[in-house]
């Protein structure tokens, strides 16, 4: 008699090692970034695209979403155009990247926003579930970690494999020149080490999402409902 009164042996797998060693994906990682902010000159925008810049280095194919036009959540059907491009790149995604100022010790609306209306599921299919996360803030003061807290949060509850490392941008606006570009300093560098984890984790996870993402709990539901469609169908 097993020791695990409870254990549904049914739905139990064992762990085998040799299925987490799948053969690996030759195609160039797929990383979409967010930024949360519409302002004319916006530093999150531009920390974005430094981003996207390292991460073409590191042999990416990358797309950056623009937020400008994108309904507040529930405030459009989700077949907006806007919307709809949105729920399409992270579908397209293996790795996100989520850039938000910090405003009144949060992250942004525009950029909750983004995260809103990306659904835990859209039919059977997890828009986010699986895929590689990396978080950074900018701040106009001092050095915060309020907001990438908070999307940590969020990365969790969207199934996310948010990676350890994060970056946050004190004083944002002496960090970026006129042109644009980030100016060298340990901000940079730090961007740079996100980047450069975030694109290891996503080569070592990306094929192997959805043994990483089976769970015992939902093959137990799962395994119900099929029971209960059987015993309905046979009772008709």
């Known amino acids: 008699m097993s020791d695990l009164p409870n254990l549904d042996e049914d739905c139990f797998r064992p762990i085998d090692p040799a299925a987490l060693t799948a053969p690996r994906s030759t195609h160039p990682p797929r990383v979409l970034l967010l930024y949360g902010s519409l302002r004319p000159v916006s530093y999150s925008r ?12 590191f042999g990416c194919e990358t797309r950056v979403f623009d937020p400008a036009g994108l309904p507040l959540p529930d405030g459009a059907p989700a077949d907006h155009p806007k919307v709809a491009e949105l ?31 990306i659904p835990l599921a859209l039919g059977s299919v997890r828009p986010t579930q699986g895929r590689t996360l990396a978080l950074m803030q900018v701040s106009g003061g001092s050095q915060s970690f ?21 970056s946050s941008v004190a004083k944002a606006f002496q960090e970026f020149g006129e042109d644009g570009r980030m100016r060298p300093s340990a901000y940079y560098d730090r961007v740079v080490d996100v980047m450069e984890e975030l694109v290891k984790f996503t080569l070592l996870t990306r094929d192997l999402t959805d043994r990483l993402t089976d769970r ?21």
Not at 95 to 110: F, I, K, L, Y
Not at 146 to 166: F, S
């Open 87 to 117: 729920r399409e790149l992270s579908l397209w995604s293996e790795a996100q990247v989520w850039t938000s100022p910090e405003r009144h010790g949060a992250m942004t609306g525009v950029m909750k926003s983004q995260i809103d209306w």
């Open 146 to 166: 309020n907001a990438v807290n908070q999307m940590r949060v969020l990365g969790r509850w969207m199934r996310m494999l948010t990676i350890p490392n994060q």
């Open 46 to 57: 531009l920390l974005t695209l430094e981003a996207e810049r390292l991460l073409k280095r």
């Open 216 to 236: 015992y709990s939902e093959r137990k539901e799962s395994a119900a409902a099929l029971e209960a469609r059987v015993n309905l169908k046979q009772a008709v």
